[in-house]
Every structure is written in structure tokens, then in C-alpha cells.
């Protein structure tokens, strides 16, 4: 079984910073792509930003270009996302996602179980 444990969340000023991580844990073979996603209070979940295994690759929501950075440590199975200059309207529940192998013939995608982000005016 895989677990994403996403932390880092809280309460900030509009113009602050957070930085969130996802770490993975358990029967993990190896780690493909990753991402964040986010959910606000009445809307969809929507993509926020993602990775590359290599972390070559990095794309981003246009709402987000520019403030926010995602990075991966993969000897520690990790993922970050750097938040600065916070706005109100990034306020929402972030999700942690993961396209994992847990065995030769097994690949799945996981999420975590969320962090929530609160931005002030």
C-alpha cells in the first residue's frame, strides 16, 4: 500500500508564503510524474502544477505562474510546492498527487488526503 502525507498547509497574509510537501511511503517500486491539485470551497478540483520524474519538466496553471515553484526530492520520495506572494483566491484544500509503480506488472495514480491553505486579505 502507497501513502502521500501532504504538510505545510495553515493560515497566511495575502502577499505570504507557504511551502507544501507530499511525501510518499510504503511499497513504492518507483515514482513517475507528480503533482499538485487544488480545490476550492463549491468548485471542482483543478490542477495546480506538475513534474517529471527527472524534474525536467515542470508546468503550471496560469493562475499560478510565476509565484508558485514545484520540486521533487526523489531519494527522499518527496514533493514540494513553494507558494509566495499569496492571493485570497488561492485559498483551498491542496491535493498531493502520484503515478506510482508498486511492482513490475502494478502502476496506479494515488492522491493524499489534502492540506488545507487559507490566504487572509
Known amino acids: 500500500q502507497v501513502q502521500l502525507a501532504e504538510s505545510g498547509g495553515g493560515l497566511v497574509q495575502a502577499g505570504g508564503s507557504l511551502r507544501l510537501s507530499c511525501e510518499a511511503s510504503g511499497r513504492i517500486f518507483s515514482t513517475y510524474g507528480m503533482g499538485w491539485f487544488r480545490q476550492a470551497p463549491g468548485k471542482e478540483r483543478e490542477f495546480v502544477s506538475s513534474?517529471?520524474?527527472?524534474?525536467?519538466?515542470?508546468y503550471y496553471a496560469d493562475s499560478v505562474k510565476g509565484r508558485f515553484t514545484i520540486s521533487r526530492d526523489n531519494a527522499k520520495n518527496t514533493l514540494y510546492l513553494q507558494m509566495n506572494s499569496l492571493k485570497p483566491e488561492d485559498t483551498a484544500v491542496y491535493y498531493c498527487n502520484a503515478d506510482i509503480r508498486t511492482a513490475v506488472w502494478r502502476r496506479s495514480e494515488y492522491w493524499g488526503q489534502g492540506t488545507q491553505v487559507t490566504v487572509s486579505s
Open positions: 513534474i517529471s520524474w527527472s524534474g525536467g519538466s515542470t
